[in-house]
C-alpha cells in the first residue's frame, strides 16, 4: 500500500468512522440477539424452554452463558482507545472471553452430540464444526499472546469474534428470509446458514487482513 494514501488524513477519519460503525453495528445486534432470543433462558422452567430445548437444558444454558460471557466481553478488545488507556482491565477482559469460550463450546459440542436431533445430522455435525472453529481460533489468539505476538493476536481475536457473532448472524438468517416462500426445507435450511455464518464472513476477514499486509 503506497505510504502516502495510507497517512493521508481523509482516509484516517473515513477508516476511523468505519471502525465505529462496525463498533456500533456489531453492538446493536449483540443487544437485540441477547434481548431476543437469549434473555428468557435464563427463566429456568419449561414454559420459556419449550419442548425441544427442555431436554437441553443443561448443554444449552453453558452455550448461552458462556456465548454471552463472550460477545460482552470480545467487542471492548477492539476498542483501541480502551485497550490502551486501561491495559490491564483489557487484559482480564481477554481472559474473561477465553473462559466464555471455553464454557460456551462445552455446551456447543453436548447439544451437537445429543441423541435427539430435529434437524438431523447435518445440523448436529454443522454445529460441532462451528464449536471446534471457536476453540481453534481462540486458542490461536491466546497462545498468540502468551508469546507476545500482539500483530498475530490481534488478527487470531478478529477471527474468533467472527466465530462468537456466527451465533447472532445465524439467529437472524434463520427467522427474518423468507427461505419457505423459496421451497426451502427447514432443517436443509438452517444447516446450510450455520455454516454460511461462519465460514464467509471468516474468509471475507482473511481477504482483508492479508490485503492490508500488501
Known sequence: MNQTSAGNPTNQVMVRWARIGTFVLIGVFAVFFYIEYAIRYF????????????????????????????LAMGLPQFWMGFRNRFMNVHRWTGRLYVLGVLIGSIGAF????TPEQSLGFG??????????AWVITTGAAFFAIIRRKIKLHKEWMIRSYIVTLAFVTFRLLSDYVP?????????????????????????IAEVILQFRKL
Open 43 to 70: 427463566d429456568w422452567s419449561a414454559e420459556s424452554y419449550g419442548p425441544y430445548y427442555w431436554g437441553k437444558r443443561v448443554p444449552l444454558g453453558f452455550h448461552l452463558l458462556g456465548g454471552s460471557l463472550a
Open 110 to 113: 453436548l447439544m451437537s452430540t
Open 123 to 132: 445440523f448436529a455435525f454443522s454445529l460441532f464444526a462451528l464449536a471446534v
Open 179 to 203: 427461505y419457505e416462500s423459496w421451497g426451502l426445507g427447514h432443517a436443509d435450511y438452517n444447516t446450510a446458514m450455520m455454516w454460511s455464518c461462519w465460514v464467509f464472513p471468516l474468509m
